[in-house]
């Protein structure tokens, strides 16, 4: 995220709606379906109120939560600045070809 002309934090968040609306459709082929659906579980698993390590374990039990949700967090993020370099080539080329 901090290398030049990458993009900024705000700019990946705003494409993650972008992302997986191109995922579901096949249009943006660098992220596959199934991780899609795996980050889907991460999300399920965080606002679940079943977990693996319960909550009432205070430290442990938070401490499940709070590791998947930095996951999802590096996953979505790490993803979604993909998807906006591939955004802006797809742009470049047509301005170039247009």
Partial sequence: MSKPGSPGLLTRIRAIPR?????TRG???GMGKSKLALLAMGVVYIV???DV???FLLLVGV????GV???L???LLGESGRYVD???RIIEGRVEGG
Avoid: C, K, N, T
């Fill in 73 to 75: 967090m590096a996953s």
């Fill in 48 to 50: 679940s109120p079943i």
């Fill in 27 to 29: 249009q943006y082929a």
């Fill in 63 to 66: 401490a499940d939560d709070f």
């Fill in 86 to 88: 591939w955004e802006r």
């Fill in 69 to 71: 949700f930095l996951w």
């Fill in 53 to 55: 390590i319960p909550d």
């Fill in 19 to 23: 992302m997986i609306g191109a995922v």
